[in-house]
C-alpha cells in the first residue's frame, strides 16, 4: 500500500492513496463497514507498531458516492474507526494538492458523517467547514479523584466532555497527569452510561496575544491531541455559541498543547451551527507499506 505522511499542528496523519482492498463502492459509511469487518489489518498494519504508534491517525481515500466530492475518506485510529477527524482533513486536503490531484480554491470530501467543504489556500494552509456540530448536555456532573467534575456534552463529528474547571495545569510537562486526568474523567462516564463519549477535551485560558483558549485533548486510543483537535475545537465552539459567547463572523484561537494553533469560526443557519477550522499541514514521508507473510507482526502489534 501507498502511503503519504503528514502533520497537521503536530499531529500526524497516514493516508492510503493506493494498493489498498476493494471495498465495493457505495456509500463511504457503508465502505467504512466493509474495512472494520473484512480488512481491519489494514487499520492495523497501518497503525500499530512497528509502522506506526497510538498518536498516528489514518486515513483512506475511497471512491465518494457523491460525485461532487473529490474523495471520499475513512478515519482510523489504533482503537478503531472515527467518524470525522478535523487535523485528519486538513492533512488529506494538503496530501491531494502535494499530489495534483486538488489545487487551490474549494473542494467537498466525503466522509461516514457527511460531506465536509474544505478551502485550499496554498500547498500548507486548508480550512474545513465541518458537519453540523451541537452541545447535547450542558454541566454534566461525574465524580472524578473524590471531587466532582463538571462538563458539557458535544458533538463536533466525534463526541466530546469538554472540561472548563478542572484546577490542572495543562502545560507540555504535566502530559502524564493530564492524561491520567481525562482517563478518569472517561472511565467515570461510561460507568455513569456516557459510553459513547470518548475524547475528554479539558480547557485553560491562553496568552491572549496568541490565543483564546488553550487545550488538552485525550483521543480514543489514550494518546493525547498534539494537535489543537479540529472536532473539538468545532464542538466547543458549537458550545459558546450556545451560551451567546461567539457569533458568526467572529475568529475563536484555539492553542493545543504543544502550542500550535486552529483558526476557527461558525457558520449559522437556521438555528444549526457549522464549523469553519483553519490549519496547517506538511507533507513529510510518501513510502510504500510492504505485507511479508512471514512476517508475525506484519498486521501489527495488537495490544
Known amino acids: 500500500m501507498r502511503v503519504i505522511d503528514s502533520h497537521t499542528g503536530g499531529e ?3 493516508v492510503v492513496v493506493g494498493g489498498g482492498p476493494d471495498l465495493g463502492g457505495g456509500s463511504v459509511k457503508r465502505q467504512l463497514e466493509v474495512l472494520r469487518e473484512k480488512h481491519d489489518w489494514v487499520r492495523s498494519a497501518i497503525i500499530h507498531e512497528p509502522r506506526g504508534s497510538e498518536v498516528m491517525v ?9 460525485q461532487s466530492c473529490a474523495a471520499g475518506v475513512i478515519f482510523f485510529n489504533n482503537v478503531g474507526y472515527l467518524g470525522m477527524c478535523g487535523h485528519g482533513t486538513i492533512g488529506v486536503a494538503v496530501t491531494l494538492f502535494h499530489l495534483g490531484q486538488i489545487g487551490v480554491g474549494e473542494h467537498r470530501l466525503q466522509t461516514p458523517v457527511g460531506i465536509v467543504k474544505v478551502w485550499v489556500e496554498d500547498r500548507n494552509t486548508v480550512s474545513i467547514e465541518n458537519v453540523e456540530s451541537y452541545r447535547k448536555t450542558k454541566d454534566l456532573a461525574v465524580e472524578v479523584e473524590g471531587k466532582v467534575v463538571r462538563g458539557d456534552v458535544a458533538w463536533g463529528g466525534n463526541w466530546f466532555f469538554l ?3 478542572h484546577g490542572e495545569k495543562i502545560e507540555p510537562g504535566n502530559v502524564q497527569r493530564l492524561t491520567a486526568f481525562t482517563k478518569e474523567i472517561r472511565a467515570a462516564l461510561g460507568a455513569a452510561g456516557h459510553d459513547e463519549i470518548d475524547h475528554i477535551e479539558l480547557f485553560a485560558p491562553a496568552d491572549p496575544t496568541q490565543a483564546d483558549s488553550k487545550n488538552f485533548v485525550l483521543c480514543p486510543g489514550g494518546a493525547y491531541d498534539r494537535s489543537p483537535c479540529g472536532t473539538g475545537t468545532s464542538a466547543k465552539m458549537a458550545c459558546l455559541v450556545a451560551d451567546g459567547k461567539l457569533k458568526p463572523g467572529e475568529t475563536w484561537r484555539q492553542e493545543s498543547i504543544i502550542g500550535s494553533i486552529f483558526e476557527g469560526s461558525v457558520r449559522v443557519e437556521n438555528g444549526r451551527v457549522f464549523p469553519r477550522i483553519r490549519g496547517q499541514a506538511y507533507v513529510n514521508a510518501e513510502s510504500t507499506i510492504l505485507i ?8 501489527g502489534i495488537r495490544p
Open 58 to 66: 489514518g486515513a483512506m481515500l475511497v471512491p465518494p458516492e457523491d
Open 12 to 14: 500526524p496523519t497516514r
Open 292 to 299: 511479508d507473510p512471514a512476517d508475525p507482526y506484519r498486521f
Open 163 to 165: 472540561v472548563r474547571d
